[in-house]
């Protein structure tokens, strides 16, 4: 009779449990003592109660459910931080490679330890949100989330929820979110500095662009840009471009947009009429 009750405890644990720490280390060891003292209830008697059973699931379930209280509270303080985090500012070690800070763990309490397990959060992020990354890049991004800083936060970012993309575009990394993103086809690298040269080049190279398109308006220009380099720019991505650039010095020019008067309508109109009245003269 206990084993059938362990059997519906255990199987309820489980369904309690979110599936990405069913095999977790604390699952495990938290498994293994349940099976260890169910084996004992059948030895001793005063075990083998009903009651008795019930208490040791009952303390496995609290211990549970205060680890996974204790994982969303490190994840929002960690989505915290992105969010007080300003998107324009200069580059400072706050996004460095932890390689220039021997101080900076990149020992992550949110990721899990196995390679195997965060290359399957990034291709789950990756599908969702049409990244496009290739699987030797998620590979890259998943063997430099273990040595660098910047990509180790990158990969705590993708565990989080999003209501909407654009939440994710936060941050001093917005502009590598929005080259990983606009772009269909792109270079990644372990090396936060030479990641963000490589954005920097991207984005000129599209507002370069923009510029030449002098008779077009802002948003006719990011669909010709789109049209023309296989992109997925929309006004939010371009303009985090554009301030990226202009944090390093790049200045581009914004289209002004030509004021609207109620009585343009009526000018045409005349124009049109004594136009017509002149060639009736004629």
């Given at each position: 009779m206990s084993f059938f009750v362990f059997l519906i405890i255990f199987f309820l644990l489980r369904r309690a449990t979110p599936r990405d720490q069913r095999r977790s280390d604390l699952i495990k060891w938290l498994i293994g003592i349940y099976i260890i003292m169910a084996v004992l209830s059948a030895l001793l008697p005063y075990l083998t109660s009903f009651a008795g059973i019930a208490l040791i699931a009952a303390g496995i379930y609290w211990?549970?459910?205060?680890?996974?209280?204790?994982?969303?509270?490190?994840?929002?303080?960690?989505?915290?931080?992105?969010?007080?985090?300003?998107?324009?500012?200069?580059p400072t070690p706050q996004y460095r490679d932890a390689?220039?800070?021997?101080?900076?763990r990149t020992k992550?309490?949110?990721?899990?330890r196995k390679s195997n397990r965060r290359l399957k959060l990034l291709k789950s992020f990756n599908n969702k949100f049409d990244l496009r990354l290739t699987e030797p890049q998620m590979d890259c991004i998943v063997n430099a989330s273990y040595m660098s800083e910047t990509w180790k936060r990158e990969m705590e970012a993708m565990t989080f929820k999003y209501d909407n993309l654009h939440q994710w575009f936060q941050g001093d990394t917005a502009f590598l979110?929005?080259?990983?993103?606009a772009f269909r086809v792109q270079e990644v690298t372990s090396d936060i500095f030479q990641q963000e040269q490589i954005c920097e080049n991207a984005f000129e190279q599209v507002w370069a662009y923009s510029d030449s398109l002098t008779n077009l308006s802002l948003e006719?220009?990011?669909?010709?840009?789109?049209?023309?380099?296989y992109t997925q720019f929309d006004n939010v991505t371009f303009m985090i471009a554009y301030?990226?650039?202009?944090?390093?010095?790049?200045?581009?020019?914004?289209?002004?947009?030509?004021?609207?008067?109620?009585?343009?309508?009526?000018?045409?109109?005349?124009?049109?009429?004594?136009g017509g009245r002149t060639a009736q003269m004629q």
């Open positions: 211990l549970v459910r205060r680890n996974q209280q204790k994982q969303r509270q490190q994840q929002n303080q960690a989505q915290q931080d992105y969010n007080d985090a300003h998107v324009y500012s200069e390689a220039t800070s021997p101080d900076v992550s309490t949110i990721l899990p979110r929005v080259y990983l993103y006719e220009r990011i669909q010709r840009v789109n049209d023309t380099y301030r990226f650039l202009e944090a390093h010095g790049r200045k581009h020019i914004i289209p002004s947009i030509r004021p609207v008067h109620g009585d343009d309508d009526l000018e045409d109109l005349k124009r049109k009429y004594d």
